[in-house]
């Protein structure tokens, strides 16, 4: 058992308290022309990158069926053939997605859909059942949301899926799915600098998992860019200006620098152990490419939450500092 763990809903199984996002394994792909992925990507390293995070404790992997259009779920199951046993695995849907052109151009959310999807996903997953089913739509309206919740549901009930939630920073939307039983999670954006606290409130209300993407603020909270950093054309990031708010971001996060590494952490192991100190709920889900990357955000399973008078200096200067 890992050394620090949490609950994935009210009467989900126990997962490591850090998971491994698996958005960048995925590789490239895009919609519009403009890229949604992060570039190139090694499989081979990849599939070490998730050996490694395994061997160090991390039993929650958190993917999409539009990553990389399909890849990142194939990926995922090469890796775990011989190791499934005791590995939570989470996917979503929503966005439509070729496989062979690498593109999304766009959504589809109807009950036909939601179950041809779940059905691809198991194939590309080489599983009989998705522990965790979550909803990718993030802004869907309330007032279709009934039929996709109705849906899940049933799909649990013919053992498709173990449980679902909805990927939103939406407070009423995670409350609407919180009203289902068999809703676990809220997968929301959470970091030292964004996130929306009255959907966390949710899900700590409603004794969900709150699902923490980006809790790296994609690589930022990391301490491996300066102003002077670029990204390729297929990097979902090549649009980032360091001049603008990227660059406030990266002067914020000199002024905590040292309060987050004071205990000698890594930069991103002490973002990581905000956001454990932040709440229970959370459950971050850190992006890999690397096994250097995965045993950096695993580490944290040992180190634990940052000292509550840690968090409380950060707040306080955080607070001080202009967003």
């Not at 151009?105 to 194939?123: H, N, T, V």
């Not at 600098?193 to 700590?204: K, N, Q, R, S």
């Not at 205990?263 to 459950?283: C, E, K």
């Amino acid at each position: 058992m890992p050394a620090l763990t949490r609950t994935l809903g009210r009467n989900g199984p126990a997962v490591s308290a850090i998971g491994l996002g698996a958005w960048a394994i995925g590789g490239p792909h895009s919609r519009d022309g403009k890229p949604i992925g992060w570039g190139e990507v090694d499989d081979d390293e990849s599939v070490r990158a998730i050996h490694a995070a395994l061997g160090a404790g991390i039993t929650y992997i958190d993917t999409a069926d539009v990553y990389g259009c399909g890849h990142s779920e194939r990926v995922i199951a090469r890796a775990l053939r011989g190791h499934r046993d005791g590995v939570v695995v989470s996917t979503k849907f929503g966005f439509t997605y070729d496989e062979q052109t690498k593109e999304s151009p766009g959504s589809d959310a109807s009950p036909a859909y939601i179950r041809q999807a779940c059905e691809a996903s198991l194939r590309r997953l080489e599983t009989d059942v998705i522990d965790l089913y979550q909803f990718h739509l993030n802004q869907y309206p309330l007032d279709r949301a009934g039929e996709v919740r109705d849906t899940l549901d049933a799909l649990v009930a013919e053992g498709k899926i173990r449980a679902f939630g909805w990927s939103t920073d939406d407070a009423e939307r995670a409350a609407f799915f919180a009203e289902s039983p068999n809703c676990a999670s809220v997968q929301q954006r959470f970091n030292l600098f964004d996130g929306d606290v009255a959907t966390l409130e949710v899900a700590e209300r409603s004794g969900l998992a709150s699902i923490v993407r980006s809790p790296l603020g994609m690589g930022l909270l990391t301490g491996k860019m300066s102003k002077q950093t670029s990204f390729a054309e297929t990097d979902v990031r090549s649009g980032w200006d360091f001049s603008g708010r990227q660059g406030e971001q990266l002067d914020r996060l000199a002024d905590i620098r040292s309060i987050l590494t004071a205990d000698g952490r890594s930069l991103a192991q002490g973002a990581l152990g905000w956001l454990l100190a932040r709440s229970d709920a959370f459950v971050p889900i850190p992006g890999i490419r690397t096994v250097a990357q995965a045993e950096e955000n695993a580490g944290v399973l040992e180190r634990g939450p940052l000292p509550h008078s840690a968090l409380a200096e950060i707040d306080a200067i955080l607070a001080a500092t202009p967003n």
